[in-house]
């Protein structure tokens, strides 16, 4: 029987418990619920946020709450084989995932808002729907800023609210009537019901973005996409 976890009723240690857990719940089950949801397009709005980041041969690249791993193709075809991509998760069966996908790849387990990583290291940064998910957002951002050398970039994709108000009634319907439903064909209906009620709780663009100027990014700017149901926020260290 599926466990019922609220995480996005949750704040600080109890939140990272509850989404960790929820995660190692349906980290099997996530790549055929994650194309479903999308449409199959997320791979195509990754592609956009790492051309934001003009990536080089021979760079190092981080993805943050990397989950089963589908930034790390994109960012290593940027970098090449002289370059280097690292992935990092805090959810152990998600990166077993990710390992059985992509192999020998570089990835570790640790917590976004405490990087387990020397400060300037990577070129990028890259988070998948992942900042919704940690504790504390203004932390996460400082931390990505911390890792990034002088002149690094972030893009970080996640859920939003349509601003056009008709489509954000469609969007709520179908977020958390479908989606919920969508979870329960698969056994996961919390997991799913999950995604629409964190999207709710979720900061702004604009609170994103000065929470992003805050951790000390400039030239912040974000791009909407799927009718303004996903946002692309990017920034980049001095």
Not at 67 to 88: E, Q
Not at 208 to 235: N, P, T, W
Request: some cysteine; hydrophobic content about 40%; aromatic content about 8%.
């Amino acid at each position: 029987m599926e466990q019922t976890v609220q995480p996005w009723n949750k704040e600080g240690q109890e939140k990272r418990q509850a989404v960790q857990s929820m995660f190692a719940q349906i980290a099997g089950k996530y790549d055929r619920l994650n194309a479903v949801m999308s449409l199959s397009l997320h791979h195509k709005w990754r592609q956009r946020a790492v051309e934001l980041l003009q990536l080089q041969p021979g760079q190092k690249a981080l993805d943050v709450c990397c989950g089963t791993g589908d930034f790390l193709p994109p960012l290593n075809d940027k970098v090449g084989p002289s370059g280097l991509v690292t992935g990092i998760d805090f959810c152990l069966p998600m990166l077993s995932q990710a390992k059985d996908k992509f192999g020998t790849r570089r990835l570790s387990l640790g917590d976004a808002c405490a990087l387990p990583v020397q400060s300037e290291k990577f070129d990028a940064v890259t988070a998948g729907w992942g900042i919704r998910n940690v504790p504390d957002i203004d932390t996460a951002h400082r931390e990505i800023f911390r890792v990034l050398n002088h002149g690094g970039r972030f893009a970080s994709i996640d859920m939003s609210k349509p601003r056009n108000p008709i489509l954000r009634v469609v969007s709520n319907f179908v977020t958390r009537r479908l989606l919920p439903l969508l979870g329960s064909v698969f056994g996961q209906k919390s997991a799913y019901t999950y995604l629409p009620e964190s999207t709710q709780k979720f900061k702004s663009r604009l609170e994103l973005v000065d929470s992003m100027e805050r951790a000390g990014f400039v030239d912040v700017k974000y791009h909407d996409l799927f009718f303004g149901q996903i946002c692309i926020h990017f920034g980049r260290k001095p």
